[in-house]
């Protein structure tokens, strides 16, 4: 073959592969249509299989509006700058944090996350891959679409974006601009932030954290609802010394509080954090809709800084309910707030009295027409350590019955079988029984406590604790201390319960 000819075929064969890719890049590359003159999205190539779509910053949005099956709402976005003088004697530019409004909610806090999660993806769109198959708009979800995202930024310009179904096998989600008829397919954590609705952009935090231990201190706590039979069980600080427990029931009853199931329901009041928010400013046809006119539990407290009152739905079966709180109604997770999930008897110690032996003065028993009188008086005597150079203390107790020294050892182990009484359950104690055994205790705190046993049946006996408080103890028991105080107030050894 002659070299111009060879030539001539080379030079044809180059033109037929420039003419080709300018064609590709043509019809495949989607580009600005007319339609689209008051759209300024234009679309761009990335790689061979990324389109840029949308280019923007969070900063340089102005206002979003978004409808999806939530609803409608309008997310207002200004990032403050401020300008600052170089050395040099230029100028230089900064920004601020981006401070967002959901308007009509100006006055609530925003979920910390959820506005900035919409502006990434109203700012910046990338589609990974050009759906043009000859299907209908509406073979991908644009019939109705998931959301209407109409994005207004600062310079003016604006865009509308529109998310359709999501793709097949996790592919990702049809998303489509307006002025442009290109169905695109992009990755579906792209649009997360288009399907939030406006209550998910309001913080889900209930109350707040206290700034130290002493905003933890609350005056009182009142639980209440049908989980307590709609009676106010009101919760205080413990100023006994003779119990190691920290919190009181002071109505309906006078005793000690449970300590671990208390503590539970006290650490779970002030500052709580919900799943999600369901409605704001609610009126009383919304607070019935979710079956709050009638709660299932309440609560109110006191504390330096912050007033709480919860009302709370029996949780449903995947443990969820709903919580009202100055007018908004949350969805929440019952393991959150416990004092939803414990009746009034487990708010109270299983043991029926059980003070600390060391602040007890005194113990009278009264049983069988007969009363004794253990007397305790404590000596502490202070002597030296030479070697370690150091004082100690040593005290000595010693034990009267009915004015009769009797052996402290003996005692110590009577107030042993004494104090461990168990009581199950909550009763109205009837009137008609037969006191058989009293108990009361003296505390060198100036107060007292005591526990009254009825003549039972089935081998359990009526308690009657601090005389308001009616429970069930073993019959056995009674038995025991029956026969117990009759040889400790000989000063004899009783034997062990346990």
């Keep these: 073959m002659k070299k111009t000819t060879k030539t001539l075929i080379i030079s044809i064969l180059a033109v037929v592969v420039i003419v080709g890719a300018f064609l590709a890049v043509h019809f495949l590359v989607p580009t600005k249509t007319d339609s689209d003159s008051d759209n300024d999205s234009s679309t761009e190539l990335l790689t061979e299989d990324h389109y840029h779509l949308v280019g923007h910053i969070p900063a340089e949005i102005k206002q979003i509006e978004v409808e999806n099956e939530t609803g409608k709402y309008t997310l207002l976005s200004e990032t403050p700058t401020y300008e600052s003088d170089n050395d040099d004697g230029t100028t230089s530019t900064y920004t601020d944090a981006t401070v967002y409004t959901l308007v009509g909610y100006e006055d609530m806090e925003l979920l910390t996350g959820s506005p900035d ?37 600062t310079n003016g310009e604006a865009v509308t974006i529109r998310v359709g179904d999501d793709a ?69 600080y413990s100023d006994k010394e003779a119990f190691s427990e920290s919190y009181v029931i002071t109505s309906p009853d006078q005793t000690i509080a449970n300590e671990e199931t208390v503590t539970y329901m006290v650490n779970a009041v002030r500052n709580l954090t919900a799943e999600e928010v369901v409605a704001v400013n609610v009126d009383d046809d919304k607070i019935k809709e979710y079956g709050l006119d009638d709660p299932y539990a309440t609560v109110e407290a006191e504390y330096p800084d912050l007033s709480v009152s919860y009302k709370a739905t029996k949780p449903d079966e995947e443990n969820k309910l709903y919580l009202l709180s100055d007018g908004i109604i949350y969805k929440m997770d019952a393991t959150a707030i416990p004092w939803v999930n414990y009746t009034y008897d487990q708010l109270i110690p299983s043991a029926v009295m059980s003070p600390s032996y060391s602040k007890v003065d005194k113990v009278t028993v009264e049983a069988d027409g007969e009363k004794y009188e253990f007397e305790l008086k404590r000596t502490t005597e202070t002597s ?72 039972g049946e089935n081998r359990k006996c009526p308690v009657l604790i601090n005389g308001t408080l009616g429970s069930t103890a073993f019959e056995s028991y009674v038995t025991k201390i029956l026969s117990d105080v009759k040889i400790a107030a000989e000063g004899e050894i009783v034997e062990s319960i346990y």
Excluded: W
């Design 384 to 455: 030296h350590d030479d070697d370690n150079d150091t004082d100690v203390e040593r005290t000595t107790t010693t034990v009267k019955c009915n004015g009769k020294d009797v052996s402290e050892a003996s005692f110590s182990a009577f107030y042993q079988n004494l104090t461990s009484a168990q009581r199950s359950g909550i009763n109205d104690i009837p009137s008609d029984k037969k006191t058989v055994l009293k108990v009361t205790y003296e505390f060198s705190d100036g107060t007292t406590g005591t526990a009254e046993y009825f003549e």
């Design 168 to 236: 097949p096998d996790n592919q990702g989600a049809y998303l489509m601009i307006d002025g442009d008829d290109n169905v695109y397919l992009v990755e579906s954590d792209s649009v997360d932030g288009f399907l939030i609705g406006a209550m998910g952009m309001l913080t889900t935090e209930i109350g707040f954290a206290a700034k130290d231990d002493s905003g933890n201190v609350f005056s009182k706590m009142v639980f209440g609802g049908s989980i307590f039979d709609g009676e106010e069980v009101v919760l205080e």
């Design 117 to 153: 999660t919409l502006a990434n993806d109203a700012a910046s769109v990338t589609a990974t891959k050009i759906v043009n198959d000859g299907s209908a708009k509406s073979d991908f979800g644009f019939d109705d679409p998931r959301a209407v995202v109409k994005v207004s930024y």
